[in-house]
């Protein structure tokens, strides 16, 4: 399972039984305050889902360097690894959200459309990348 965190809402993406093709799943609307409300959201989607690995977007500036969304994703990192018996890993996601919003203009998605799932699929966008350093794909 794959998180691209927001300010307001998270994607959720998993991957098919065999960890080789990566889909979004759904948008997460959340208090940024309340991240125990979305890490029990999150729980559930890794029980319905059987998810053996968390993976949450780090969002590194392009030097590198981490500023407030990356120490976002180092906390919800902290709380789901107290939470559940599973890995959660950080992973680079720069360039993600263009890549999708790419992907979904060349597609002639509409602009509410567009928004509705554009987290969702950066976070798919996110794994398949995952997963295809893990020699996956």
């Known amino acids: 399972m794959a998180l691209d965190l927001g300010t307001k809402s998270c994607g959720v993406a998993v991957s098919d039984p065999t960890g080789t093709l990566a889909r979004g799943l759904k948008n997460l609307h959340f208090d940024q305050l309340v991240y125990d409300t979305l890490s029990e959201t999150i729980k559930t989607l890794v029980d319905s889902q059987r998810v053996e690995e968390i993976v949450i977007g780090y969002p ?19 709380i ?41 699929f950066s976070a798919a966008i996110l794994l398949q990348d995952y997963l295809a350093t893990k020699g996956k794909v």
């Open 60 to 78: 590194l500036t392009l030097a590198g360097e981490v500023k407030t969304q990356a120490k976002q994703a180092k906390r919800l990192q902290k």
């Open 80 to 120: 789901l690894r107290q939470k559940m018996d599973l890995n959660v890993v950080l992973f680079d996601e720069r360039f993600t959200t263009k890549m999708a919003s790419y992907y979904m203009d060349s597609a002639g998605l509409s602009k509410k459309r567009k928004a509705q799932d554009i987290d969702q």
